[in-house]
């Protein structure tokens, strides 16, 4: 289920039949939005963990911390990112900030996978090798290496582009 719609579904629980339920969120990855929408709702976690760190010792902890009612238990990926909203999300909002307004429009059109360098260039009205010089710099600012994949990977884990999809294409240089 999707982070809003479940998110939306358990308030409703919560604020209706359900005012005692414990709620253990299992996610993928660690997604800005999907915590925002958690956030947002209101709704009384009692565990946000992603799927790839659960094991049979974490999730006996998290079950007797979720009915004790006393403690929040998170993964250190997803604790990193709460306090980054938390704060004013000024760790996500870094970046963005060091990219030059053209490089924010690329992000968009790279991360629509139906496209070629050549396709965007074309669209964009630049060379293609315009287009790779643009991935690389944003790879660097962004701290991700590896091309064109790495790129839109970064930027969605900080909050640059949407958790998933195909990014905007409005808007050229």
């Known amino acids: ?3 809003a719609c479940a998110a939306s579904l358990v308030a409703a629980l919560q604020r209706g039949p359900c005012p005692d339920s414990v709620v253990i969120v299992l996610a993928q990855r660690v997604d800005p939005d999907n915590l925002r ?3 947002s709702q209101q ?5 946000y963990l992603l799927w790839s760190e659960l094991n049979q010792e974490l999730l006996k902890r998290c079950l007797a911390v979720a009915f004790s009612g006393d403690t929040l238990v998170i993964s250190r990926a997803v604790a990193a990112a709460v ?3 938390l704060q004013g ?3 996500l909002a870094g970046p963005a900030r060091r990219l030059t307004p053209r490089e924010r429009v690329l992000l968009s059109w790279l991360a629509r996978w139906d496209l070629s360098y050549k396709e965007i260039a074309t669209q964009l009205g630049v060379q293609e090798g315009t287009i790779k010089a643009h991935v690389r710099h944003i790879g660097e600012k962004l701290g991700a290496s590896g091309g064109r994949a790495a790129v839109v990977e970064a930027a969605r ?7 998933t999809g195909r990014g905007s294409t ?3 240089w």
């Not at 709704?43 to 565990?47: E, K, T």
């Not at 884990?157 to 958790?163: I, K, R, S, V």
């Open 83 to 85: 306090i980054a909203l």
């Open 37 to 39: 929408k958690w956030v």
């Open 157 to 163: 884990t900080l909050g640059l582009l949407p958790a």
């Open 170 to 172: 409005q808007g050229g």
């Open 89 to 91: 999300e000024t760790r």
């Open 1 to 3: 289920m999707e982070g």
């Open 43 to 47: 709704v009384s976690v009692s565990a």
